[in-house]
T-cell receptor
Framework: EAGVAQSPRYKIIEKRQSVAFWCNPISGHATLYWYQQILGQGPKLLIQFQNNGVVDDSQLPKDRFSAERLKGVDSTLKIQPAKLEDSAVYLC????????????FGQGTRLTVV | AQTVTQSQPEMSVQEAETVTLSCTYDTSENNYYLFWYKQPPSRQMILVIRQEAYKQQNATENRFSVNFQKAAKSFSLKISDSQLGDTAMYFCVNDMRFGAGTRLTVKP
């Protein structure tokens, strides 16, 4: 089966610009996660979707970050406006159901804000 | 909220030797899963091993095994016969929350 697809792989923007990342999970996977991984740190969970509903967005900086999964399939994560500290890898992961035990990860989008 | 603590930022081991990575966690759940993921320089996150909390037997996957101490909320990973390809960041995970990671280097 195809893996979790993310695009773009790399993005460089200036501070105060906006940027969007796209994730297409494995077909049939109901649960989708977005993570922010700053260099040298562990991934930080930003938001969790179950189908098209938000389960947990407690660590999403809602003043500048937004995410949607309108049809319960693919998802976009947006940053507007970007700050220098948003430079990181943004990872997407999916699992079939909340009770499944293995998450599958995309290769991430590396964002550099200059 | 669930938290995961990895207190060893970096570790190194000689090829063919054994190394143990430590992890403690905090959860209010009664049944839960714990995972170790590996992230090589390619950034691709790879599942190494998983443990279900209600199972008392420690999980084993080939050269990888865990020491799960539920009462102490401890979940360490043992890598036996270390190989150069084991060089990577290792993350302990509970409820899809990650620890800070341990950078493991296997030396020839």
């Amino acid at each position: 089966e195809a893996g979790v697809a993310q695009s773009p792989r790399y993005k460089i923007i200036e501070k105060r610009q906006s940027v969007a990342f796209w994730c297409n999970p494995i077909s049939g996977h109901a649960t989708l996660y977005w993570y922010q991984q700053i260099l040298g740190q562990g991934p930080k969970l930003l938001i969790q979707f179950q189908n098209n509903g938000v389960v947990d967005d407690s660590q999403l900086p809602k003043d500048r970050f937004s995410a949607e999964r309108l049809k319960g399939v693919d998802s976009t994560l947006k940053i507007q406006p970007a700050k220098l500290e948003d430079s990181a890898v943004y990872l997407c992961a999916s699992i079939r159901t909340l009770w499944d035990t293995e998450a599958f990860f995309g290769q991430g989008t590396r964002l550099t804000v200059v | 909220a669930q938290t995961v603590t990895q207190s060893q930022p970096e570790m190194s081991v000689q090829e063919a030797e054994t190394v143990t990575l430590s992890c403690t966690y905090d959860t209010s759940e009664n049944n839960y899963y714990l995972f170790w993921y590996k992230q090589p320089p390619s950034r691709q996150m790879i599942l190494v091993i998983r443990q279900e909390a209600y199972k008392q037997q420690n999980a084993t996957e080939n050269r990888f095994s865990v020491n799960f101490q539920k009462a102490a909320k401890s979940f360490s990973l043992k890598i036996s016969d270390s190989q150069l390809g084991d060089t990577a960041m290792y993350f302990c995970v509970n409820d899809m929350r990650f620890g800070a990671g341990t950078r493991l280097t296997v030396k020839p």
